[in-house]
């Protein structure tokens, strides 16, 4: 029996939420005295051995050129395969934009209950009890699995990283691969830009910036501090920035540790995108915003006399 | 051309989320309830958009729920689509859910199956993967785009940091997000015709489900802000760098 874990890949490098399921992977091993083995799909840039930093024991490798591109259908049976050789008993996944198309499928193929987007360790005391967000951030709900095979996807920035200086076991598993029926025709990266999902800090701004040209800031102020730039839904709207920025209820939600809001209102659909943000920031001229409810902090003032003294104060606390 | 809409009730953005029966169950009393924005901006309306391009498509929707659903069906069909089935189950179990909406699908015989990207009461995203995966189909996840040309569709889906194009043979199963179509409200004509629009109850097929609730809770309240004088941006910098320890 095993704990085995997705290890997802872009362009042959491991993704940081990966890394998080594999300390969380390993986490799950040792409270149920169990190995913590990953899988690996396609090739890869990366030396997997030093996987084992994240906890993980041995790592399952199917080299195969045909998983370079990704097809839900054919890596749920790559990974069913992977399952079956390893005895997993709990399979984790990212809940990324990979895990959430494989892990139901896996769910569905081998009858096995899926918990997705969890935020902590499953509570084994009594049964099998994950925690995860509901009603978009609003509430928690403790997931109840009963089935033999468990399937669990983490939630993004949900579960830190945790390092053990150990080395993987790598071997490679040999599994049928079909080909699949998507195909692939383009691929559009914005290049050097940190991705919005698995950021760990977001600067975003509203409406309250009057006018495109004034992102400068905003920009700035991200690229400081290592953060992605999102935006308020009407800002996308109307053009003046792309709309894989916009976060809240219909766009993207998200979960860093630290979110700026600068001149954007807090109606209650952009909460629901930004709620489980661990520090909120919120930078506005209006003190009865109602962001300012769902903040840890807060400025009451022009963006555009604030933010330029806390890109000054940042530079200073960075030398 | 065979479109089938899946389709969820979920409270009203801005409804208040509280429990009931020691927190077990969502308390529903004086909740409005809308179709899943996911389900209504994106994939339903994508299908009537295909189907004002060419008129030999057919849209049929498809919920699972007990007759509460009906008046959500009901403002589906007024927006288009020319049938509807409700599987009466009552199930949260997105097994459980998956599977009828499987068995409706082989028994249609669609070329399409359409999903929100989740919806945001249990936020899963787990219907479009599993319905897929129980009739042997692809399925494209978080589409932007998507264009049919004869049998092939040409679909854009989000991945990290980007977008990939994707080029699918039908029949197949998409969940759908931002981009993928216009918001529209429906027309007096829409809300006359739905009256007359077919609604279909079927009984749920016996599946047992894979998990349950065991509880629901409330994030604990935020403890309130901290407000920093307008003057002082430098104090936030502060407390961000040593108190918060995050940057």
Redesign the interface.
């Known amino acids: 029996m095993s704990v085995l874990i997705f290890i997802d890949q ?1 362009e042959g490098h491991v ?1 940081k939420a990966s890394l998080e399921a594999i300390s969380y992977g390993a986490a799950i091993a040792s409270q149920l005295n169990l190995p913590a083995e990953g899988v690996v799909l396609g090739s890869t840039e990366e030396d997997l051995s030093a996987l084992g930093n994240y906890g993980v024991q041995t790592i399952h490798h199917v080299n195969n050129p045909a998983l370079n591109q ?4 054919v890596y ?1 049976r790559v990974i069913a395969a992977a399952a079956a050789a390893s005895k997993a008993t709990v399979i984790i996944f990212s809940n ?2 990979d895990g ?10 081998l ?7 969890a935020v902590a360790l499953p509570d084994t005391s009594n049964g099998f ?1 994950v925690k ?16 033999p095979i468990k399937i669990i996807s983490l939630s993004p920035n949900a579960y830190k990283t945790v390092t053990t200086g150990g080395k993987a076991t790598v071997s490679n598993l040999d599994v049928p691969v079909e080909s ?11 290049s050097g ?3 919005l ?2 950021a760990e ?1 977001v600067v975003s701004a509203g409406r309250g910036l009057k006018g495109p040209e004034n992102w400068g800031m905003v920009e700035e102020l991200a690229h400081l ?1 290592h953060a992605a730039t999102a935006c308020s839904r009407p800002v996308a709207d109307i053009g003046w920035r792309p ?2 920025e ?1 976060v809240g ?3 993207l ?1 998200i979960a860093p ?2 979110y700026f809001a600068i001149g954007i209102s807090g109606a ?2 952009h909460l ?1 995108g930004v709620n489980r943000s ?2 909120i ?2 930078i506005n001229k209006d003190p009865e915003a109602p962001f ?11 963006a555009f ?3 330029p ?2 890109i ?3 530079k ?2 960075q030398h | 051309m065979k479109i089938l809409v899946c389709i969820s009730k979920t409270p009203d953005t801005t409804a208040k989320i509280a429990f009931t029966d020691n927190n077990t169950k969502f308390a529903e009393a004086g909740v409005q309830w809308i179709i899943n924005p996911y389900d209504e901006w994106y994939a339903l309306v994508r299908a009537i958009e295909l189907k004002e391009k060419d008129s030999s498509v057919v849209i049929h929707l498809v919920t699972v729920g007990a007759a509460d659903a009906d008046p959500i069906i009901r403002k589906a069909l007024a927006l288009g689509g020319d049938e509807a089935i409700r599987v009466n189950s009552d199930s949260h179990d997105s097994f459980v859910i998956a599977s009828q909406i499987a068995a409706v699908a082989q028994e249609g015989g669609y070329d399409l199956i359409f999903t929100g990207k989740e919806t945001i009461d249990y936020n899963g995203s787990a219907i479009g993967g599993m319905v897929a995966e129980l009739l042997d189909l692809p399925f494209v996840s978080l589409a932007t785009k998507l264009e049919l040309n004869g049998t092939t569709a040409t679909i854009t889906r989000e991945i990290e940091g980007g977008e990939e194009v994707n080029e699918v043979s039908l029949p197949l199963t998409v969940s759908c997000q931002k981009g993928m179509a216009e918001q529209r409200i429906p027309n007096m004509k829409g809300i006359m015709g739905a009256r007359t629009k077919p609604l279909k109850v079927k009984e749920p097929v016996a599946i047992e489900a894979l998990t349950s609730v065991a509880g629901f809770g409330l994030p604990p309240a935020k403890a309130g802000v901290k407000l920093v004088p307008a003057d002082n941006p430098a104090e936030l910098v502060r407390l961000l760098h040593e108190e918060a320890k995050i940057i």
């Open positions: 872009a993704k990704f097809d839900a259908q749920t990324n934009v959430r198309a494989i892990a139901p499928r896996l769910s569905a193929r009858k096995a209950g899926l918990v997705a987007g009890v995860k967000n509901v009603f978009s951030g609003k509430a928690f709900a403790n997931i109840s699995v009963t089935t699949g029926k998507v195909k692939v025709t383009a691929v559009n990266k914005v830009e940190i991705s999902a698995e800090v501090l709309h894989h916009h209820q219909t766009g939600a540790n630290l209650i659909q629901a661990k520090v920031v919120v300012f409810k769902a903040a840890d902090y807060g400025i009451v003032g022009d006399e604030v933010v003294k806390i000054e104060a940042v200073k606390i």
